[in-house]
């Protein structure tokens, strides 16, 4: 089992940055892929970006080129870097690990861009 805690959010003006961090208590940390949803105002939970235990990595289209996701499996973390932010980035950010298709979550984050 592996336990989540996000960290990270907060308020930001419209073009700042932010660095969300996901840090995991449990074993095995490096065979779970890692991913960051949001979930705005009135809307359904997305996926944001994910990275594979490959370290391969993939992002919705809205944020590619402004956000990064990464991982340190020595320290049992996962990294989104958010530049560039926009006001509709604004929502709850959940860290989510994935190990054959057994989901674990955190509690979520708050981020706010103001324009």
């Known amino acids: 089992q592996v336990q989540l805690v996000e960290s990270g959010g907060g308020l930001v003006q419209a073009g700042g940055s932010l660095r969300l961090t996901c840090v995991a208590a449990g074993n095995f940390f490096d065979y779970y892929a890692l991913a960051w949803y949001r979930q705005g105002p009135g809307k359904q939970r997305e996926l944001v970006a994910r990275i594979a235990t490959t370290h391969t990595t993939n992002y919705t289209d809205s944020v590619k080129g402004r956000f990064t996701i990464s991982r340190d499996n020595a320290k049992k973390a996962g990294y989104l870097q958010m530049n560039f932010l926009k006001p509709e980035d604004t929502g709850v950010y959940y860290c989510?690990?994935?190990?054959?298709?057994?989901?674990?979550w955190g509690q979520g984050t708050q981020v706010t861009v103001s324009p």
């Open positions: 989510n690990a994935n190990r054959g298709g057994i989901l674990y």
